[in-house]
């Protein structure tokens, strides 16, 4: 039975006609800026040699999770390991020697993933994002983060934009020296500091019903979360490999970004999705909660657009 949706909810879905439409969009073997559908382990030896700038890898967690027409059931975390390091034997070959490997994975089985991508390539931190969603529980912490691994294949020789992906804060108590702002920029429209990054990511919501980039896909990445890592990671044409694709998020950003892309999906429905938002990206460039080449802190950017044009604003923007 299709499912009854709120007048307002924006979920990207597909009509009548579009699965067959998009996924004759998709190819079966590599090809550049590409969809391949079919599944990673038999795809990925057809794969070229060191082509790869990014390696993003969002593998199905070690959870029991049903995917379209397929399933993941949670194994103990030897057989995890097994498969963490099938993937990895199976794509090092697609790597460039200053490529840069992000691995997304839960909190339970995150020890395990790091430990062992640790063999194979240098381990540069750890990135914990609150996802801001999660089931409530009475007798445990609600579980509303998960963490990301930055590798890289060489130690010391790879790609860190740092930027690029700077967070806009605004200043709530502005230091002056001398008269002039220290380390921060005052403007009309607000006080504001670009700061470094951290490794723990508080200003990223998952995709929801209102959101344009929203799919049915289960464990959708969300398009900001991306950007960060492609931005960070990756120069202008430079190709970033999703072996894992799922709706297409990484495809989707990377080719707003200005990257290639190369990604893997076994579900048909996943593969049109991700093409049908790829054929959307052709007129629609926009990222959430990235504005003009800025990360905003979260409420920043309207907080900003009220003071430009002299509404009134709550107590609650400046609390937020």
Not at 101 to 112: E, G, K, L, P, Q
Not at 168 to 193: C, F, H, L, Q
Not at 227 to 253: E, Q, R, W
């Amino acid at each position: 039975m299709e499912k009854q949706r709120a007048p307002r909810n924006r979920t990207i879905t597909l009509n009548d006609g579009d699965l067959e439409r998009y996924i004759s969009l998709c190819t079966r073997s590599y090809a550049q800026d590409s969809v391949i559908h079919g599944d990673t382990f038999e795809v990925i030896n057809g794969l070229p040699n060191n082509f790869v700038d990014l390696l993003i890898v969002d593998p199905p967690y070690n959870l029991s999770k049903v995917y379209s027409s397929n399933s993941f059931k949670k194994c103990n975390d030897e057989e995890y390991g097994t498969f963490t390091r099938k993937w990895i034997n199976a794509i090092r070959h697609t790597l460039k020697r200053n490529a840069s490997i992000y691995v997304c994975s839960d909190w339970r089985t995150s020890i395990v993933v790091g430990q062992i991508l640790g063999e194979f390539f240098t381990i540069q931190n750890r990135i914990t994002w609150q996802r801001e969603k999660g089931r409530g529980a009475s007798h445990n912490w609600k579980n509303a983060m998960e963490d990301i691994w930055f590798a890289t294949v060489s130690s010391d020789e790879y790609t860190f934009n740092v930027s690029n992906v700077k967070v806009r804060r605004r200043v709530i108590a502005p230091y002056k020296v001398g008269g002039a702002p220290k380390d921060w920029t005052e403007s009309e429209n607000g006080n504001y500091r670009d700061t470094c990054p951290s490794n723990f990511w508080d200003d990223i919501s998952i995709p929801y019903w209102s959101m344009p980039e929203n799919t049915d896909h289960p464990t959708q990445k969300p398009e900001k979360l991306l950007a960060k890592l492609i931005l960070a990671s990756s120069d202008i044409d430079n190709v970033v490999l999703d072996p894992f694709l799922g709706s297409g998020t990484t495809a989707v950003v990377a080719k707003k970004l200005g990257r290639r892309f190369v990604g893997i999906e076994r579900e048909r429905e996943y593969c049109a999705l991700a093409q049908k938002r790829l054929e959307m990206a052709n007129s629609n460039k926009e990222i959430q909660g990235y504005t003009d080449g800025v990360f905003w802190e979260r409420n920043t950017l309207a907080l900003q657009k009220k003071l430009k044009h002299n509404e009134s604003l709550p107590l609650l923007d400046f609390a937020q």
